[in-house]
């Protein structure tokens, strides 16, 4: 099946720091991947569709200067939390899409960082 | 844009018996509606999904059907087990291409043996 992996899968920051986050597609080509954040006990809310070779699309509300996603190849989704600050704890998720010609088009999602700002 | 209403938040029930898990969504041009399972700190796993040109669609235990004219659809697990205890995501697809997923709020699942 489909692998989507994750690194870190935690990550502990002082207040002001940048931190990265890969996410990578283990076993297909993702054109497209997403970037969820998840607050505890609430649900997945997307931030941005990442997609190879062009710009990432932020949902309202996401600033695209503080999350910075990079998807320099068919495999690879970056999400750099810039100047990271307590409010920004959370679980970061990512999905890439993969789309069977014809027929099956579906997310799989990472395993999530759980980053943490002090 | 779309929205995604899930209800209920919490549901209790006794190992053997059956859950129903309901969503609404707004958005007519949707058609592809998942639904995953979330375990504490894990990532979502998809259970089963459904799309706008089937009206049901079951795969043992666990059943999705699917109303496209009061636009909502339904989770059913039969025989509830403890292990079925986790957080329950639906999900519509929208946006351009309908890649993009939209989340209900979840529900909290206990089956208690």
């Known amino acids: 099946g489909a692998v989507v992996s994750q690194h870190p899968s935690w990550v502990i920051c002082k207040s002001g720091t940048s931190v990265k986050i890969e996410c990578r597609s283990l076993?297909?080509?993702?054109?497209?991947m997403f970037w969820y954040r998840q607050f505890p006990k609430q649900s997945l809310m997307l931030m941005a569709t990442s997609n190879e070779g062009s710009k990432a699309t932020y949902e309202q509300g996401v600033e695209k200067d503080k999350f910075l996603i990079n998807h320099a190849s068919l495999t690879l989704s970056t999400l750099t939390v810039t100047s990271a600050h307590p409010e920004d704890s959370s679980f970061y998720i990512c999905?890439?899409?993969?789309?069977?010609?014809?027929?099956?088009?579906?997310?799989?999602f990472g395993p999530g960082t759980r980053l943490t700002v002090l | 844009g779309e929205n995604v209403e899930q209800h209920p938040s919490t549901l209790s029930v006794q190992e053997g018996d059956s859950a129903v898990i309901k969503c609404t969504y707004s958005?007519?041009?949707?058609?592809?509606f998942p639904w995953y399972k979330q375990e504490l700190g894990k990532r979502p796993q998809l259970i089963i999904d459904?799309?706008?040109?089937?009206g049901e669609k079951k795969d043992q235990r666990i059943a999705v059907t699917l109303n496209k004219t009061a636009k909502h659809f339904s989770l059913h697990i039969t025989e509830t087990q403890p292990e079925d205890s986790a957080v329950y995501f639906c999900?519509?697809?929208?946006?351009?291409?309908?890649?993009?997923?939209?989340f209900g709020t979840g529900t909290r699942l206990l089956v208690s043996p």
């Open positions: 076993d297909f080509q993702a054109t497209t």
């Open positions: 459904i799309r706008s040109n089937v």
């Open positions: 999905s890439a899409y993969l789309r069977l010609a014809g027929v099956v088009n579906e997310q799989f």
């Open positions: 999900a519509a697809s929208t946006g351009e291409g309908f890649q993009k997923l939209v």
């Open positions: 958005d007519s041009a949707s058609n592809y």
